[in-house]
């Protein structure tokens, strides 16, 4: 019986106690805001709406404020128990005003300068002698100028109206603002802006902080850690539940912000809470330290300054000490080794506690964990969770998402040629002038390298796609000025849709790397969509480049062969050896069909070896055998001249073990090969000269060289490409052009060949202008080793005019 009336007892105390806050009424507590009711509020409104407040025996009226309005004094006065205000919070508390910064929301302060200032090169120092609305209460504005060595007093200061209209009517040039706001309507009205960040000069502050009293403290501690915990509660679930609050919003606070802006507000917002890596409310006492040394430094605090009153406590340590020495005392001599053991493993548990426990901590790993360094976006790991969220969101939604792979084009050059630092220096630069096109920081990932990605998760169609990455590729290649450097860089943009492209995050990367890879081949500097046909493109690529490597050693190179002749006489004089690929699958394949993959993956270096050894040996035995004074011309590519040693080396060997007269070679460039800065073209050229062997110039005309440049190699040969012959005929430009270009060689000592004769007509026009030599179908096309060895044999007896066409070859053309 007694035991059940215990019983009865402590049911109805534990009843009691637990349900105080709802049976009694709840406890009336005024929220003073800094600004009108927005989504820069939103945790406190989720709080109440979700009766956080109500669950700790909380009734909060959430006041705003008229902008200007002081609200400090509400809060010191007690007209308001709590409150939020900027950073402005460290003065007034220096200034005497007994405050207490309970938690921060904003882990970055969203305050910024805005100008429409077009001019890139134009830096914070631009806005010296203008007109400005600043707002100079927010002391963080003042650090930023003064770090920024700009003297307020000389600038026009006018009355903030805090309408950034104003700023579009031209009645100010900058004006302080925030950047969840001001931007926004700027968007609106397709205005391109510059932001200036108080972060790029090291004024990373916190952004807004929610306070009291220390009266408040003092009297009422409970319901100081009821607010702040309901209060951080509410932020929790109204970053994880944007939409929900911002219904919130509209229905319940009165507000002249639309939907559309408080959305703003709430994506743009998640960078500067953070709610996904740092715990709500969190700060860190050293980061309050560095901002108050900034102040200190700025001369904008006094140098006493007591942090530790200004910073609550949310959770004040409990002396555990007494607490085990009493328990070991009481538990006696005899459990005193275990007593003892046990306050060491407890404290051991508690150190590991505290240190798995220390945001800080957190916050640091969290930061080099998902935070490129240089140049402080998100980064590759950070990518690969926001591409997925946004895409099932897309998915729930019904709604697109555009990827975007951005790399800058020869970014190497800029490292080979002006060093790391500089590097460094523009991939920041880069990174820049992303954050002032893209609207949302977040959505901006460095990949690694110069590689960046842009998830673009609103968009109207492709038209816009279109105009923004065109945007950035504008932006990206203003020049960029370095001390006294000025340099220019270039990218080049895939772009990937789901769900059109693909469904996945790792396809739609892929694609869209696979499209930015087609925009770097068809001449950099733009911006390429994904296509079947393009993955198509890639996948051929990617097959050739694996059957490649063992193409050399299972011998499915064979080489062709095609006379060059006298134009006059019809003589063959030389032969161009010119390679053809038996794919085991494909066929025979045309080497514009590889040579171009096999140079990009240095296969290049081998076959070209292969080449020139096969085509030397077989001229060595077609001179022997047929025509003692044939030529032989092997192609090379730019790939085989990249190393100071590489196989040519031995060429003069081979054909000293040939007892070939090196003569009787001649080797091909390109045209484009001498335009390149590369010193070991000029170098193995000179060797060539050296050995006797001769050089003839490929594809004349395609590749814009000058004079100069014909002069500073040694060059026996120009080969005018068949481009300049196919659109041949009297009275045209194109003869004009084959003239001068006759004309000019002869000047310099040189024999012209041009490719590609098909009528009788371009062999008459241009024996007529004085062309040395002819190469094309209307003589003969390549034909395999047997079919030419025929035709030589054929034309050294009679000397005759061929017309011979090799029935493969011609299959293929
Ligand atoms: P190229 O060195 O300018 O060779 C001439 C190309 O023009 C050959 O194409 C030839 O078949 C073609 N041709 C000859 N006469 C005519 C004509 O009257 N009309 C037309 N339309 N075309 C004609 P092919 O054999 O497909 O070679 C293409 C290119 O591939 C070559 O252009 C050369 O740049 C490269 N190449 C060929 N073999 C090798 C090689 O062994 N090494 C390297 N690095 N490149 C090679
Ligand atoms: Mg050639
Ligand atoms: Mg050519």
Redesign the pocket.
């Known amino acids: 019986m007694k035991n059940s009336v215990t019983k009865a007892l402590f049911i109805l105390i534990s009843f009691t106690l637990i349900n105080i806050p709802s049976a009694f009424a709840l406890e009336k507590v005024t929220l003073q805001l800094k600004w009108k009711h927005a989504f820069q509020f939103a945790g406190y409104y989720a709080a109440k709406e979700k009766g956080f407040y109500e669950e700790k025996g909380l009734d909060v009226n959430i006041i705003p404020a008229v902008p200007g309005q002081d609200i400090i004094s509400p809060v010191v006065n007690g007209f308001a128990q709590f409150g939020v205000s900027s950073n402005s919070l460290l003065q007034a508390r220096d200034s005497g005003k007994p405050v207490v910064m309970l938690a921060i929301v904003y882990q970055h302060s969203s305050v910024v300068l805005l100008t429409l200032e077009k001019d890139m090169t134009k830096g914070i120092h631009s806005i010296q002698d203008q007109t400005a609305m600043l707002e100079t209460k927010t002391a963080e504005i003042a650090a930023f100028l003064k770090q920024a060595n700009i003297d307020i007093n000389k600038m026009t200061l006018l009355k903030h109206s805090y309408d950034p209209q104003d700023l579009v009517n031209g009645k100010v040039d900058v004006i302080s603002g925030y950047s969840i706001d001001e931007p926004f309507f700027l968007e609106k009205q397709n205005l391109y802006y510059k932001t200036f960040n108080p972060r790029s000069l090291g004024i990373d502050f916190y952004g807004d902080n929610l306070f009291t009293s220390e009266k408040e403290i003092r009297d009422h501690p409970e319901r100081v850690k009821a607010f702040r915990e309901a209060s951080l509660k509410g932020w929790q679930y109204a970053m994880d539940n944007k939409e929900e609050i911002i219904q919130t919003i509209l229905r319940d606070y009165p507000t002249s912000y639309t939907y559309e802006f408080l959305s703003y507000q709430a994506e743009t917002m998640e960078d500067l809470v953070q709610p996904t890596l740092v715990e709500m409310g969190y700060f860190s006492h050293d980061r309050w330290q560095h901002i108050v040394n900034i102040y200190q430094n700025l001369g904008m605090l006094s140098k006493g300054f007591d942090l530790d009153k200004f910073l609550y406590d949310p959770a004040p340590s409990v002396g555990l000490a007494f607490f085990y020495q009493a328990l070991a005392i009481a538990a006696g001599i005899l459990v005193l080794i275990a007593a003892g053991l046990i306050y060491v493993l407890s404290i051991n548990r508690r150190l590991d506690h505290a240190l798995l426990e220390s945001q800080e901590a957190k916050e640091i790993i969290w930061k080099q964990a998902y935070l490129d360094p240089l140049t402080n976006l998100s980064n590759r790991r950070n990518f690969k969770g926001r591409i997925q969220k946004a895409l099932e969101k897309a998915e729930a939604k019904h709604t697109r998402v555009a990827l975007l792979y951005l790399d800058l084009d020869d970014f190497k050059a800029i490292n080979d040629f002006h060093g790391h630092d500089v590097g460094d220096n523009l991939l920041i630069e880069v990174a820049n002038r992303l954050s002032q096109v893209i609207s949302k920081k977040r959505n901006i990932y460095r990949l690694g390298g110069d590689e960046f990605t842009i998830i673009i998760d609103q968009f109207e169609d492709k038209a816009y796609l279109e105009s923004l990455s065109q945007t950035i590729l504008d932006k990206l290649s203003a020049p960029y000025c370095f001390d006294k450097d000025k340099l220019y860089i270039s990218a080049s943009i895939g772009i990937s849709l789901y769900p059109k492209h693909a469904k996945n995050s790792d396809s739609l990367l892929r694609y869209a790397d696979e499209a930015m890879f087609s925009a770097k081949d068809h001449g950099r500097n733009q911006y390429q969509f994904f296509t079947q046909k393009l993955h198509q493109d890639i996948l051929y690529r990617m097959q050739v480049i694996s059957d490649l490597r063992s193409s050399l050693e299972e011998q499915q190179f064979e080489?062709?062969y095609?006379p060059i002749v006298v134009l006059n006489t019809g003589e063959i004089k030389k032969a161009?050896?010119?390679?053809?690929w038996n794919h085991p699958v494909h066929g025979l394949t045309?080497?514009?069909e590889f040579?171009k993959i096999?140079?990009e993956t240095s296969h290049?270096i081998d076959?070209?070896d292969w080449?020139f050894k096969t085509?030397s040996k077989q001229l060595k035995q077609w001179r022997s055998e047929i025509n003692p004074d044939l030529i032989m011309s092997?192609?090379?590519?730019p790939a085989?001249y990249q190393y100071k040693t590489s196989t040519m080396d031995s060429w003069f060997d081979h054909l000293q073990s040939l007892e070939l007269d090196p003569h009787a070679i001649i080797i091909?460039i390109?045209e484009s090969m001498i335009m390149k800065e590369n010193s070991h073209i000029e170098e193995k050229l000179m060797q060539f000269g050296h050995h006797g062997i001769q050089v003839a110039l490929?594809?004349f005309g395609t590749g814009y060289s000058s004079l100069s440049h014909l002069n500073k190699f040694d060059i026996d040969f120009i080969?005018i490409?068949?481009t300049f012959?196919?659109h041949l005929s009297m009275h045209s430009q194109q003869l004009e052009l084959c003239e001068a270009i006759i004309i000019m060689a002869h000047k310099l000592g040189l024999s012209v060949i041009a490719?590609?004769?098909?009528t009788e007509e371009q062999r008459r026009l241009l024996m007529k202008i004085g062309c040395d030599y002819g190469?094309?179908?209307?003589f003969a096309?390549?034909m395999p080793k047997d079919d030419f060895e025929d035709l030589l044999r054929s034309s050294s007896s009679s000397q005759a005019q061929f017309r011979i066409m090799s029935s493969k070859?011609k299959n293929k053309?």
């Not at 161009?576 to 053809?580: C, F, K, Q, S, V």
């Not at 490719?755 to 098909?758: A, L, M, R, T």
């Open positions: 080489l062709h095609q161009e050896a010119l390679i053809r045309m080497p514009l040579i096999a140079e290049i076959i070209g080449v085509a092997v192609n090379t590519s085989q091909e390109t490929d594809d080969k490409d068949q012959i196919s490719e590609g004769i098909e190469q094309g179908y209307l096309t390549p070859d053309q």
